[in-house]
């Protein structure tokens, strides 16, 4: 039987443990986690670039929900622990789930510290710690005056993402230098120095007297009397681990949980990791030692004898633009010496202090590159008298002359970490491009998680790949297609137009594709290419499609699928509606629903149904909504000025007109529009990749907004006076899209590709151009409004929808 | 193992596509590649369980529609960075005529 597994928490840590105890022992443990956020796991190191807009959500989650199906653990999400019964070893979260545990993990990690100021609870005080953090933050909105309290590595990385949001951000700190326990005071100056360059205020031995406001935030008061007018307070000054839960149920707590080297705590059925943890005396809150405690506790539950002897640390600031590295201990004392080297001009400063010969610490700032050459010599305890002359100017440095930097990356032994997240040294990295055939980071990052969390150590990863792979990697190069070819999406639309190619293979042919019938990254792409640029000449090859596009529905996880008529502009009508009950009726289908697209889902038909419901939502003059092209799906509207006392413009009659226009048109990737018949806005017009708000002049035309995976709102393109005006605008920007996008980008990423300026320049303010677009676009619609439903009821890839051989019933085999 | 099954002829798949053999043991999904070679294998992605006939066939390779697993359809073993096998099964291809062992579509009825 498979032993239970109970998990408190579900931060960075256990995530890493588990991924240890799954490659140890898969199967053997059956796996809850209880999480208190209402999400998967997620790189928390990460939350500084969501916050800055550097990066989004979807691209920092380690664990997605699928992780968890495919390794059989049950996530509860939204249910903090509350309850510990160490007795009946059964844990109850706050909504009642309970679960029985043969070992049990805590790893609650930590909670910000709140300074008790007066005004410490009003509306408008936030705190730094998670993505609903990252959320309040954002909220406050451009132009609002913000107060970071705390200026260590937290509340820098909060203070930079919120200026490069746009707001006016004063950071109080309560040391006279900036995060004075990891930087000397000489360092501190220089960050203080780089953050106001920046726009930040920053004020140091700033005791915070009390938060002021009535209600919600209003300002800061110092003790000295100085206040600060603000909208928001994020307080940043420190965390504490979050050991209440283990205190409450009477297991050993000084700071954190207490642990012995295997993670135990006094209860030989309990463990503990992460920040919440206290181990010999320390508590941690960097990531590299929580993930050598959760290879320790692996270990441990597997039975391989392992002891998690403490770790050193070293930190760096992830702001874009800094660059600063932090080990060891660097307070002055009268057994150490120091090397200092200092570049005014070049806002370069750094600091090894050395004992008994040996580094016992580092600070750099300014120029790092040498962070991880100094922190190996710092873990090894290395004696540097040899090389004590050129110590302070980095590896290159030794031996005399002057090395390039690749020399210094290849110098390295085998065993200096590189990625200090993720604790994985040179030599792992470099034995994995041989030994997998790697070729770039991406690979390097799915094998050994090196450069996968923080990302600061990518550029020693890329010079790893480099030196391994030698002329054979070149990152600057365009990004090819994929593994068949070496040209990029834009050198082959080119090629295929300037050489005349007409077919798949033509073009692998003559572009000297390295696989005999491509992959499914090209093939797809190449197909709409030619079915974009050759309209009419070409002929679709259906087996270079994703099903969906194959088949005309939308697969479903079980391998049944949806169907979604269309409903020109979201309007219906009683027959319409009849024709979808009846339909859901006889093939019983299970699920309909309502879609953010204004028309109806049907979902779980099975696919050798596909046909008949076809032929009778087509008996009822429906034809395929195209849920599942990239291609045009739904022209969004509201009822305008028929119905609506506000409407100027039927909006409804031009999206329906826009639809009818548009209907079966492939483009890059899938494109949404809409139409509001007022600045109201009710058919959300401007998140769509091109929306129209009608006003009572016209109409102003909209395009590359985005609410899926980015959220961003749209950009005006401009106005039109006329119905006609507005649709021919619509056209050619659309058409424009179709010949310079790369396949699956989508408008608002072309349009950030390609500049603002060259799309007005070709769709606004050259008449002709745009008439040329619009009339390319109509030529290419004769062949593709066609229903691709109706061919298949009247019989074409009958294949499709019909198995190759049956044999139902067992048979008897003598 | 001396007599086969017809399942079917091959000008019946199209290039670069598969089709289904239903059996009361599962799906069977049998592939045609562009140079007219037969395989086949268990329809059923052993990562989340896609339907392998629906993917994207190239060379002797197809990708799974659900996550873009890649399987070698002569060895069933997942390519690039992805571990995992699907089960492949014995297939003669007789002038244009496809055939697979009984014992994967007759159930013993002791």
């Not at chain 1, 710690?129 to 913000?146: C, H, N, P, T, W």
């Not at chain 1, 550029?459 to 090819?480: D, F, I, K, S």
Request: hydrophobic share 40%; glycine share 10%.
């Amino acid at each position: 039987m498979s032993e239970r597994l109970v998990i408190v928490g579900n931060g960075m840590a256990p995530g890493r443990m588990l991924e240890h105890l799954f490659e140890a022992a898969p199967g053997r443990f059956e796996v809850t986690i209880f999480n208190a956020e209402p999400r998967v796991n997620y790189n928390r190191l990460m939350l500084s670039p969501v916050l800055s807009g550097e990066k989004s959500y979807a691209e920092i989650i380690t664990h997605g929900d699928e992780w968890y199906a495919e390794h059989g653990v049950t996530l509860h999400k939204s249910a903090p622990v509350t309850q510990i019964d160490r007795a009946a070893k059964r844990v109850q979260s706050r909504n009642g789930l309970v679960a029985e545990y043969d070992h049990l993990v805590i790893a609650t990690g930590s909670s910000p510290f709140i300074p008790p100021v007066p005004g410490h609870q009003l509306a408008g005080v936030v705190t730094y710690r998670d993505l609903d953090d990252v959320d309040k933050m954002l909220a406050a909105g451009r132009g609002s005056s913000i107060v970071v309290i705390g200026g260590g590595l937290l509340g820098l990385e909060a203070a930079a993402g919120l200026k490069l949001r746009g707001m006016d951000v004063t950071v109080l700190h309560l040391a006279s230098t900036l995060m004075e326990r990891q930087l000397d005071p000489a360092a501190g100056y220089l960050l203080e120095k780089a953050f106001v360059d920046r726009g930040v205020r920053v004020i140091t031995q700033a005791n915070t007297k009390q938060v002021l406001g009535q209600d919600r935030v209003e300002g800061v008061e110092l003790s000295d009397g100085t206040v600060i007018a603000c909208s928001m307070v994020v307080m940043a000054v420190g965390i504490r681990p979050a050991s209440a839960l283990a205190k409450e149920s009477g297991l050993a707590v000084n700071r954190g949980i207490v642990v012995d080297d295997q993670m135990r705590t006094d209860d030989p059925h309990i463990f503990a990791l992460g920040e919440c943890a206290e181990h010999r005396g320390i508590c941690y809150g960097l990531v590299a030692p929580l993930y050598e405690m959760g290879q320790v506790l692996a270990s441990t539950l597997v039975g391989v004898p392992a002891s998690y002897q403490g770790s050193v640390t070293s930190t760096k600031l992830k702001v874009t633009g800094i660059d600063l590295f932090s080990a060891g201990d660097f307070g002055e004392g009268e057994d150490r010496e120091e090397i200092v080297l200092r570049d005014a001009s070049a806002g370069i400063y750094k600091r090894l202090v050395l004992k008994d010969d040996r580094i016992i610490g580092a600070v750099l700032y300014g120029e790092t590159s040498d962070g991880p050459w100094f922190f190996d010599l710092l873990k090894r305890g290395v004696d540097t008298r040899e090389m004590r002359d050129t110590l302070v100017f980095g590896q290159a440095y030794q031996g005399g002359t002057p090395l390039d930097p690749m020399a210094a990356v290849a110098a390295l032994p085998d065993e200096a970490e590189i990625c200090g997240c993720n604790g994985v040294c040179k030599g792992k990295i470099t034995s994995t491009i041989t030994g997998k055939g790697l070729t770039g980071l991406d690979g390097v990052r799915a094998h050994t998680k090196a450069s996968a969390s923080c990302g600061s150590c990518t550029h020693l990863v890329e010079q790893l790949l480099h030196l391994t792979l030698g002329a054979g990697y070149n990152p600057a190069a365009v990004q090819p297609m994929c593994g068949c070819t070496e040209y990029g999406h834009d050198d082959v639309r080119r090629l295929i137009i300037a050489k005349g190619l007409k077919s798949i293979p033509a073009v692998m042919q003559e572009l000297e594709w390295k696989t005999s019938c491509g992959c499914a990254k090209c093939r797809p792409a190449l197909n709409y290419y030619l079915v974009s640029d050759w309209p009419g000449e070409y002929e679709d090859d259906g087996q270079s499609r994703f099903i969906n596009e194959r088949v005309h529905a939308n697969i479903q996880k079980d391998g049944t699928y949806s169907v979604v008529p269309r409903m020109w502009g979201g309007m219906t009508n009683p027959k319409e509606l009849r024709a979808i009950a009846d339909v859901a009726d006889k093939f019983a289908i299970p699920a309909v629903k309502v879609t953010g697209g204004q028309r109806i889902d049907l979902l779980g038909v099975k696919k050798e149904d596909l046909p008949g419901v076809w032929a009778d939502l087509n008996a009822a003059g429906m034809v395929s909504g195209a849920a599942y092209a990239k291609g045009l799906r739904t022209v969004k509207t509201c009822v305008g000025s028929d119905w609506c006392r506000f409407g100027t413009q039927d909006s409804t009659g031009l999206g329906i007109r826009i639809e009818k226009f548009m209907w079966g048109a492939w483009t890059p990737a899938k494109l949404k529009l809409a139409v509001s018949g007022c600045p109201r806005n009710c058919a959300e017009a401007t998140c769509k990749d091109i929306g129209v708000i009608c006003v009572d002049s016209g109409y102003d035309i909209h395009f590359a907004g985005a609410a899926g995976l980015d959220i961003k709102g749209t950009e005006l393109l401009c106005h039109a006076n006329t119905e006609d005006e507005a649709l021919e605008i619509i056209v050619a920007l659309t058409q424009l899209y179709r010949e310079q996008g790369r396949y699956l980008e989508r408008i608002y990423k072309w349009a950030k590709r390609v500049g603002t300026p060259s799309i007005l320049a070709n769709v606004v303010d050259d008449r002709d151009k745009r008439r040329a677009y619009y009339e390319r676009f109509v030529y290419s619609q004769q062949f593709a409004q066609v229903d691709p439903w109706q061919e298949r009821v009247n019989g074409k890839d009958a294949h499709e929808f019909a198995a190759l051989a049956e044999f139902g019933m067992p048979v008897a085999a003598e | 193992m001396d007599e086969w099954i017809e399942i079917g002829r091959v000008d019946t798949i199209p290039r670069r596509g598969a089709r289904c053999v239903n059996t009361p043991n599962g799906k069977i999904a049998v592939f045609r590649t562009q140079d007219d070679q037969i395989f086949a294998i268990d329809n059923r992605c052993p990562h989340r369980g896609g339907p392998l006939s629906e993917g994207i066939v190239h060379g002797a390779s197809v990708t799974c529609p659900m996550h873009n697993w890649v399987f070698d359809l002569s060895t069933g073993q997942a390519q690039g960075a992805d571990e995992g096998e699907v089960r492949t099964y014995a297939v003669n291809v007789v002038e244009g005529r496809i055939f697979i062992t009984p014992d994967l579509v007759l159930v013993a009825a002791e």
